[in-house]
């Protein structure tokens, strides 16, 4: 158990919805993740956030939406939502931004399975 | 950006064999290259890591080895063993202010045979 959650662990919805997925991050941690898994991309990352504002963007598209709350934990918003965006939907935390010169380690949570139908 | 390619996407060993999994990067600035196994139904776990100051590091039967002139970095395990058989994804990161990301390979499907 790395100490990431993630909810819900499953999620299928129709195309055109919007969902919220929801990640909290390992105690004390301050940087959040978030990572898509499909069969043919692999792990793409998508955004990042450390103590409540963004820090980088991935390959993330514009009808997807993330946000780190005071308490930490984060939200990924999915809307108009596709086939394609079928995926497994995995958030990621770490201690700091870059602690050091090298670093720090990121520790993945179980993710979410979404299904547009 | 940073592009690493992960081979062989498959791999069968017996139990007891060793198995290898090889990595490239494209970016001569990446400086950390962590291996994550992933199981079934579960997230990428952290198995080891190595930063470019190093050459190889080694944990009990898993090894990771960094060729920071041809700019590529492997995996090995050995005396395999039936719960050794996940996904392995080999990923970098350049290390630069605000971004902390990874880039991951596309996967190694490893099997062990008992």
């Known amino acids: 158990d790395s100490g990431v959650t993630q909810t819900p662990k499953h999620l299928i919805t129709a195309t055109g919805q919007r969902v919220t997925l929801r990640c909290s991050p390992r105690s004390g941690d301050l940087s959040v993740y978030w990572y898509q898994q499909s069969l043919d991309q692999g792990l793409q990352f998508l955004i990042q956030y450390y103590n409540g504002e963004e820090r980088a963007k991935g390959n993330i598209l514009e009808r997807f939406s993330a946000q780190q709350f005071p308490d930490l934990h984060s939200e990924l918003n999915l809307s108009s939502l596709e086939l394609g965006d079928s995926a497994l939907y995995f958030c990621a935390s770490s201690v700091t931004l870059a602690g050091g010169p090298w670093g720090d380690t990121q520790y993945f949570g179980p993710g979410t399975r979404l299904t547009v139908l | ?114």
């Open chain 2, 1 to 114: 950006g940073e592009n690493v390619e992960q081979h062989p996407s498959t791999l069968s060993v017996q139990e007891g064999d060793s198995a290898v999994i090889k990595c490239t990067y494209s970016d001569s600035a990446s400086n950390y290259f962590p291996w994550y196994k992933q199981e079934l139904g579960k997230g990428p776990q952290l198995i080891i890591d190595i930063r470019s100051n190093v050459g190889e590091k080694k944990d009990q039967r898993i090894a990771v080895t960094l060729n920071k002139t041809a700019k590529h970095f492997s995996l090995h395990i050995t005396e395999t063993q039936p719960e050794d058989s996940a996904v392995y994804f080999c990923a970098a990161r350049r290390e630069k202010t605000g971004a902390n990301n990874l880039f991951f390979g596309t996967g190694t499907r490893l099997t062990v045979i008992p």
